[in-house]
């Protein structure tokens, strides 16, 4: 398997005892895996690959994503915005108005 362009790493909000712990289940992270792999399939977008992750310690801005390697973290990701964020990894760009900003 060759890595792909993109890694979009949802939080799952899972501790490394098991529990869950932060917003981002609490705010249905894992039916946004699940929707982002369907758009990912739809799309066609081969160098995209989709995975659910343990917390990521961003809580107040669950639910979290990571596209990696790029470095970009998305903030409070529903799914139209993943939608977005897929529409500019699509454009070779990236999705500004739902980044954390530190």
């Given at each position: 398997?060759?890595?792909?362009?993109?890694?979009l790493?949802?939080?799952?909000?899972?501790?490394?005892n098991?529990?869950p712990?932060?917003?981002?289940?609490?705010?249905a992270?894992?039916?946004?895996?699940?929707?982002?792999?369907?758009?990912?399939?739809?799309?066609?977008?081969?160098?995209?690959?989709?995975?659910?992750?343990?917390?990521?310690?961003?809580?107040?801005?669950?639910?979290?994503?990571?596209d990696?390697?790029?470095?970009?973290?998305?903030?409070?990701?529903?799914e139209d915005?993943?939608d977005e964020?897929?529409?500019?990894?699509?454009n070779?760009e990236?999705?500004?108005?739902?980044?954390i900003?530190?």
């Open positions: 398997m060759r890595s792909p362009e993109h890694h790493f949802v939080c799952g909000s899972f501790r490394a098991g529990a712990a932060g917003a981002c289940a609490k705010k992270s894992l039916a946004l895996v699940q929707h982002l792999q369907e758009e990912v399939d739809s799309r066609g977008l081969g160098g995209v690959l989709v995975s659910m992750t343990g917390c990521l310690n961003c809580c107040v801005n669950g639910p979290v994503v990571v990696y390697p790029s470095g970009n973290w998305y903030k409070g990701v529903t915005s993943a964020i897929l529409d500019a990894i699509e070779g990236v999705a500004e108005q739902h980044l900003k530190g």
